[in-house]
Every structure is written in C-alpha cells, then in structure tokens.
C-alpha cells in the first residue's frame, strides 16, 4: 500500500493542474501515530502533503455531503461505496467527481495495538506486510494481517466498485464469513443478549464520535440534538444510552457498508457495528442488498417488491 | 429489537383495514395475551439519578 502514494500524488496533482477539480480529499500525516487526518488540498504545491498507508481508515465520503466543487476523491473499497450512497440519496453528483481508486488490503486497528502495548506508541511504520511499532522502552515488528481493524478482516469488498482513476491493481477480494459473531448474538437468549448490550455500550460517554465519523449521519440536526420534540433522553443513563445507539443503527439501515468510521473514532473502543452488522446481514438475507455496489439500484428500504418478506406482519 | 434482547412475542406488527374491526379486536386479544404471558418488562425503567 505505501507504493501507491506517489501514483495517488501525481494523479492528483494532473487532475488540479488541469482545472479538472477545484480540490482533492484525501489523507495527511496526523500528529499522532496511526491517526492519519483527512484534507482539502487546493493547489498542486500542496499535493505533497497527501500520504497513504495503513492509517486512512476514515471514511472520506463524510466529507463530500452538498459539496457544490468539482471534487477529486481518494477512495478505498468503502469509501467508494459510501460515494455511491451519497450519489443514490443526492447529496452529490456523479459529474462533481473523479473518483482515484485505492484498491485496499485493510487498515490498522489502532485500539487493539493501543492496547497491546503498556507504554504509549511513538511510531508506527510499515514495509512488507509487517508493521513495526516503536515506543519509549519497546520495539515491535507485527504482521499487518493480524493488528487489522475488525470491519477489514472480514471485508469482501476491498476494491473499489466505482472509480474514474486507479492507482494500482485490483488486489485480491477476500473470501471469509462476514457473519460469525452476529449469529453468536442471534443464539443467546433475550436475557443474555440484553446483557450483552449492557456490557458492550457501559463505557460509551455519548460524545457522538461515532455519529459524526459516519458518512451516513448527514442531517442537518440529528434526532439526538432535537429538542423540540425531544425524541431521545440526554443523559448517560444506560436505556437513553442505548436507544442513541439503536436508533442510530436503523437510520443506517440497508445504507451502512461496514467502512468501521464510527469504531474507529470511538474514544473508548465500543464495538458498535454489532447492531449495525445485524441490519447488514438481515438487508442481505431478506433482499439480496448490499449497500453502495451499484448507482442504478434503489436501496430496498425505498422501493416495493411483491416478494418482499413479510411474514412477520400478522 | 429482539437482537438487542427484546423477548420475541413482545412486538407484533398487523395490518388491519378500517372495515377490519373484528380482525382488530383479535389482534388486540392476542397482542395482550401475549405480552401478559411474558409478563412486566424491567428494562426499561430509567432509575433516578443518584446524587453523591
């Protein structure tokens, strides 16, 4: 992946000297290891700035929501989906964008190595699959394959399924059980999956990270923010807590692409995407529908089909 | 809402028509039947504040 950079560079760099776009998104350096930053890059001198490595795990969609420029966006596998929702739901324009290409072999985890580690990490570095991981008092060479972000280990879409530019070949899609854990939820019984819940959302301290990270949340006010009505209770007691995160995930139904933003921005490590996978899942066992593979398809969620299931209505 | 531990036989979805009222007046029988078999639902009930 550290190949690509100098493609993705000069890629850029043809598309703003060409008048083709007003701006690239894309990825800078971040003042912390493993927190690379999104950024706007105007001109070509600035094109230097733009990196590419295993840190790139924001969703850069997010970013593109009523935009009225010409945009040049860097796009893994789900950032490119999620360009294909925003499309589906007009909050941008195929003719706005060129979209480069990233084929993507996964991103860090860096709660997970955050964790592994008692000192704090000072630098992060990568060549070959391996990741070397150097703090204060310890030195550590990983493979990049087991530190991956969860949401990567199982992504069956790493290549982007719309681009107009790409900056390597296609890399090879993995074949592996999306599912496993969310059918370990589905077997508990009701009890123990309350618990479940219970234990996964008690550190959260709602400072809606998650909701800001996703490129699904673009509303002008979110129902949490509305006061008038109030749809939701504020406080940190544990059923609001969780009514915040439920309703979130249905908002994201049948339109998350398990890009892994809201994770990975999460500031206490919460595992959200265990209710937004089951959504994931139900969309594609009940209608066949993976969100943003294709601009031609409505999302199952706004449109009829006889066949529809509805067994579950009495 | 059962993923999230929401006993199963606590929601029910029906479709009556307006012109439907005994087919109205079963779903309701069979909703609370239900839903007093499961008996009370705790969950849900927001404990005060504690104040230190």
């Given amino acids: ?314 | 809402m059962e993923h999230m531990g929401i006993e199963p036989g606590r929601i029910h979805f029906s479709w009556v028509s307006s012109a439907e009222s005994t087919k109205f007046v079963q779903v309701v029988n069979e909703v609370t039947e239900a839903v007093k078999a499961l008996g009370p639902n705790n969950h849900f009930i927001t404990k005060e504040a504690k104040v230190a």
Avoid at chain 1, 60 to 78: H, M, P, S
Avoid at chain 1, 149 to 168: A, G, K
Avoid at chain 1, 259 to 274: F, K, L, Q, S, T
Wanted: glycine content about 6%; overall charge negative.
């Fill in chain 1, 1 to 314: 992946m550290l190949g690509y950079i100098d493609k993705i560079r000069q890629i850029s760099k043809g598309l703003i000297e060409d008048k083709k776009v007003d701006m690239i998104i894309g990825f800078k350096k971040g003042t912390m290891p493993m927190m690379n930053e999104p950024c706007l890059v105007k001109s070509p001198k600035d094109v230097e700035k733009l990196v590419w490595d295993s840190n790139c795990g924001i969703n850069l969609a997010n970013y593109l929501t009523d935009r009225k420029e010409r945009i040049g966006i860097i796009a893994k596998g789900c950032d490119s989906r999620n360009i294909v929702t925003h499309i589906i739901e007009n909050k941008i324009k195929r003719e706005q964008l060129v979209i480069i290409g990233v084929p993507c072999t996964g991103m860090i985890d860096k709660h997970r190595l955050t964790s592994m580690f008692e000192g704090e990490i000072e630098q992060v570095t990568e060549q070959n699959g391996n990741i070397t991981i150097k703090g204060e008092d310890f030195e550590e060479i990983l493979k990049k394959n087991d530190v991956l972000q969860q949401n990567c280990s199982v992504c069956i879409h790493r290549n982007p399924v719309v681009y107009d530019e790409l900056v390597s070949d296609l890399v090879e899609e993995q074949d592996v059980d999306r599912y496993e854990d969310v059918r370990k939820i589905e077997a508990m019984p009701s009890e123990k999956k309350w618990n479940y819940f219970d234990d996964l959302l008690s550190t959260c301290i709602r400072c809606y990270a998650c909701r800001n990270a996703c490129p699904l949340c673009y509303c002008p006010t979110c129902f949490v923010d509305e006061s008038r009505p109030q749809w939701v209770g504020k406080s940190d007691d544990s059923i609001d807590i969780r009514t915040f995160h439920f309703l979130r995930a249905y908002h994201c139904a049948g339109r998350c692409t398990d890009c892994g933003a809201c994770e990975r921005a999460c500031p206490v490590g919460i595992n959200m995407r265990m209710f937004t996978r089951k959504l994931e899942k139900d969309c594609f066992e009940q209608y066949g529908w993976e969100a943003g593979l294709s601009l031609d398809e409505r999302p199952p969620l706004d449109t009829y089909k006889p066949e529809d299931p509805d067994d579950f209505i009495k």
